[in-house]
C-alpha cells in the first residue's frame, strides 16, 4: 500500500505464537501451516528474504479468504489486514498466472464493479431463472466442467426482482438531526436493491436527510482486496469526490465500508489525495454503527420473529462492528436474536473468494450452514450480500432454505410496523 | 535422584546452541513410498512449504524438515514409523506448534509428522467422567465438548485455544489451574502410542506393573507418538471467584501470596504480573488492570459455595492486609474472563512493547520469591536488559520474559545470558530449570547443571528402552547426543554430590 519497506517491519511483529491459528478458515478446513495466518506470514518473510513467488506460495495468499478473523485474534497486534493486502499487490506485479487464471479474474473485474454491465446482465438472468434453463443447466452440471468460478458465480445469483430506482434526495421525516450520503454500491444496488431502499427509509426515519448522488461508482473493495491497488486508487478517488460535500457516509456493505475505511492507507503516498481519503476515511460509518451514535428516535413495533445474526467479518473483524448491530436488533419488541456457533469463522464468500476458490468456500459455506440451521431461526441477517447469498445458497443446497435480510430491512419493517411475513416469504 | 543443586557453576554464559546436524538430504525412496501411504497430498516436499513448519513457539530455534506429513490415522502414523526405522530416518512429531521449548523442533535429515488434522473427539462418556481424542485436538476444544454437560479438561496452558492435547501429553503441560489440578498427567487415564518399531500400544494408567503411561506423559515426545488420548473430565465447580488486586510492588504481592498459602488455602490458581507485563497486556487487550500498580495478583478460589465464599473473604483480607491498594472481584464470566484474558495474553503481548523476547520457564521454592525477585531486577539494572515477570506464584513456577532488541548487534545474546542467569538463580535456591515449557533442545544444555552424569545416563537408558536406534526426536531433552550402546557413566573417581541430595 504506502511505503513498501513497512512491509519487513510489520513481518517482525509476528511472534508465531499460534494463537490465530483457530480462527483461520483455511487452517480449520485443512490444518496445514502453509494455510495459515502464521504460515502466510512466514511464506511473505521468505518473499522479503529473497524467495521468489512460485506457484506453491502464490496459492498460499490466493487460498487466504482475507476475513481478517486473525486480526481479531491476534495478541501482538500483527495487521495481517495491511500485510495481505501488500503481498496480493506484489503477487499482482510479479506473478505471470495462467491463461484460465487471468480470463476468470478479468471477467469477474470487469463486471461486478460496474454497475451498469450488472444491470446490463440482470434482464437475461432473469429471463434464465424464470425460464427453467436454470433447473436444466444446473443438474447438467455443463458450467462445473467449463469453469468451476462461472459454475459458483451461477449458483449464487439471488432470484431477482424488480429495482426500485432511488431518488438523489430522500427527506428526513420530522425534525432533521442529520444529513448523511449513502454508498449504494455495485452488487448490493443491482442484486439486493431493497436493502438499499430499506436503508434509505430507515434513515429518513430515524431523521436524516439521505444524500445518494448518482454519478457514484465502485468503492474499490473488490480490487483493493484482490492486490488491485491501482484500480482501487481510482476508484476510491473517485469515490472521494463524489461524497466530498457530506459530513458522513453510511455503508450499509461490510466489505465496502471496510474499504472506505482503509482509504487513508491506500491513498497516503498520493500528495493531492491523502488529506481527503483521510477525511473520507474519518466520516466513513456503516449503518448500524451509525444508528448506535446516533440514538434511536423513531418508534419501533413488534416484530415476532426469530433472526440468526450473522458477523460479516469486513464488518466485525475488519471494523470492529459486533455489538450495534445486534443491539439494534435487540431493541425491536418481540424480536428474538439467536447467536451462530463459531461467530468468527468465515462462510466463505469473503468478496471474490467464492468465484476464486469455490471448493473451499463452498465447504465453509456448508460448516456456516450446519450452524445457522442449528439456531432454529426463520430468518438470517447479515450486513454484507455476498454472505447472504453464500449462506442461502449452502443451506439451499443443504435443503434447509432459509430467509435472508440486511440489518436495515428488519429495522424497515419495524419502522413502518410491517409484518415479518413481507421478510419470511422471500425464501432465497 | 542425585541433583547438583548447591553451588552450581553459573550457566550464564553459556549460550551455545544445539546445531541441527547437516542437512543431508533424505532419500527420494522415502518420500516416495510416504506419497503411496498417505496420498501425495498429505506429503509436503517444496522446499518453500517445508520452511513453514521450521519452527514451533520458539522461534530462535529453526531447522527446516526433510519432509512433513500429514497424516489421518494411527495405522498411518505406525506406518511412516515403520518406513522411518526402516530406512534409518530420524522422526518428530508436532502438534499445533506452539511449544515453548523447541520440543517439536524439526530434522533437516527427517520427517516431521504433524498430527494438526487428526482432531476428532472420538467418544464422550458424561458417566465415566472421560473423553477419548485424537492427538490433534485443541485443548479447549475438549472443553467446549463437554462444558454443556457440566464437565472440563482441567489442564489450561495459555495457549489452550490453540495447543493440542497431543502436545499437552508430551510437554506434560500446567497451565493456571495447575496448583489446585495438577498438570495433564494427573488428567491422562490412557495413551494410545505408536512405539519406535512402529506397534500400536496402549498405556493404561490402571494397568499392573510399571507405570509406562507416567513414563510416557512428558517424555517430551521423545519415546513414542501418542495417537489417541483418554482424558479425565473435570466436574465444573459449583462456584468460581475470581479476584484481582493490586500492589505498589511485586515484594508486597509475593507477601500475599505466601500469606494465603500459609493459610491453608488453595486458591485454584494464584498469578502474579508486574508492571511491565502489565504494560504489555494493557496495550494488546485493553485488561485494564489498575493504573500504577507495580504488581497485581489474580486469586482464583473454586468449589463448593459456602467454603469458596468463607474462604474468598479470607484472601481479600490477607490481600489488603499485605498491601493491597484496589481489589477487583469479577461479578460474572465477562468480568472473570476479562480479567483472565490480561494474563492468558501476556507472553504474546510482549511483542507489543519490545522488537523481540525470550519466554523463560523456571522453578523457584515458593518461600524464596522475594530474594529471586530482587535478584532478578539486579540482573536486568546490571545488564540494562529489561525483564517482565509473570508467574503461576503459588507453585513458584517463573515466567520471567527477557526482552531485547534483534535489530541490534549482541542484543539477542546478552539477553540469552540474562535468562541463562535467571536459571541459574532458579537452581541456586533450590528450584529447577523448567516447570512446564518442557527442555526441548532449549534447555537441554543446561541439563547438567541440575543433573548428575549419572542422573542422565539413568534417564538416557529408560529412553534406550524404547527407542533404542534413537530415532525418535532425537536432540531433545539430553544435552549431547549419545547412542544407547554407550556404557554410561564413564567418568574418572565418584562424582563430588553423589548421594548427598536427594531434592528432586
Known sequence: MSAQDDLPKLLGDCVHCGFCLPTCPTYTLWGEEMDSPRGRIHLMQQHVDGEPFSDAMVQHFDACLGCMACVTSCPSGVQYDRLIEMTRADVEREHPRSLKERAIREMVFQLFPYKRRLRALRGPLRAYQKSGLERLVRRSGVLERISPSIAAMERLAPPLGRTPRLPERVAARGERRATVGMLSGCVQGEFFPGVNAATARVLALEGCDVVIPKGQGCCGALSLHSGREDEARDFARRTIETFESVDVVVVNSAGCGSAMKDYRALLADDPAWSRRADALTAKTRDFAEFLAELGPRAERAPLPVTVAYHDACHLAHAQGVRSQPRALLAAIPELDVREIADPEICCGSAGTYNLFQPEAAAELGDRKAVNVDATGAELLVAANPGCSMQIATALRRRGAPIAVAHTAEILDASLRGLSPDTLLTRVA | MGSKGFAPEPISGIVEKVEPLPNEPLPDELGRRLAELLGADRVVTDPVRLRTYECDGLTNHRSTPGIVVLPDTAEQIAAIVRECAAAGVPYVARGSGTGLSGGALPRADGVLIVTSRMRRILEVDIPGQRAVVEPGVI?????????????????????????????????????????????????????????????????????????????????????????????????????????????????????????????????????????????????????????????????????????????????????????????????????????????????????????????????????????????????????????ANVFHAGDGNLHPLVLFDDAEPGAEQRAEEVSGAILDLCIEHGGSITGEHGVGVDKSRYMPRMFTEADLDTMQMVRCGFDPAGLCNPGKVFPTPRLCGEVPGVRKGPHPYEGKADLF
Request: charge should be negative; hydrophobic fraction near 45%; include cysteine.
Open chain 2, 139 to 387: 485443548n479447549l476444544d475438549v472443553t467446549r465438548a463437554v462444558r454443556q454437560y457440566g464437565y472440563y479438561f482441567a489442564p489450561d496452558p495459555s495457549s489452550q485455544q490453540i495447543c493440542s492435547v497431543g502436545g499437552n501429553v508430551a510437554e506434560n503441560s500446567g497451565g493456571a489451574h495447575c496448583l489446585k489440578y495438577g498438570f495433564t498427567a494427573h488428567h491422562v487415564l490412557s495413551c494410545e502410542v505408536v512405539t519406535p518399531d512402529g506397534e500400536i500400544v496402549e498405556l493404561s494408567a490402571d494397568g499392573p506393573g510399571y507405570d509406562l503411561l507416567g513414563v510416557f506423559v512428558g517424555a517430551e515426545g521423545t519415546l513414542g507418538i501418542t495417537t489417541k488420548i483418554t482424558v479425565r473430565l473435570t466436574r465444573l465447580p459449583e462456584t468460581v471467584q475470581t479476584l484481582l488486586a493490586a500492589f505498589e510492588s511485586i515484594e508486597a504481592g509475593g507477601a500475599a501470596v505466601s500469606a494465603i498459602i500459609g493459610a491453608g488455602v488453595v486458591p485454584a490458581a494464584i498469578e502474579m504480573m508486574d508492571a511491565l507485563s502489565i504494560e504489555a497486556a494493557e496495550a494488546a487487550v485493553r485488561c485494564e488492570y489498575p493504573p500504577g500498580a507495580g504488581a497485581v495478583l489474580i486469586v482464583e478460589l473454586d468449589g463448593p459455595e459456602p467454603e469458596v465464599a468463607a474462604q474468598f473473604a479470607q484472601v481479600e483480607r490477607l490481600c489488603r492486609d499485605a498491601g493491597a491498594f484496589e481489589i477487583r472481584i469479577a461479578a460474572d464470566d465477562a468480568e472473570r474472563t476479562l480479567i483472565w484474558k490480561g494474563r492468558k495474553s501476556a507472553f504474546a503481548a510482549v511483542g507489543r512493547i519490545s522488537p523481540a523476547y525470550i519466554v523463560q520457564d523456571g522453578v523457584i521454592p515458593r518461600t524464596v520469591l522475594p530474594q529471586v525477585l530482587a535478584r532478578i531486577d539486579a540482573l536486568s539494572a546490571e545488564s540494562g536488559v529489561r525483564v
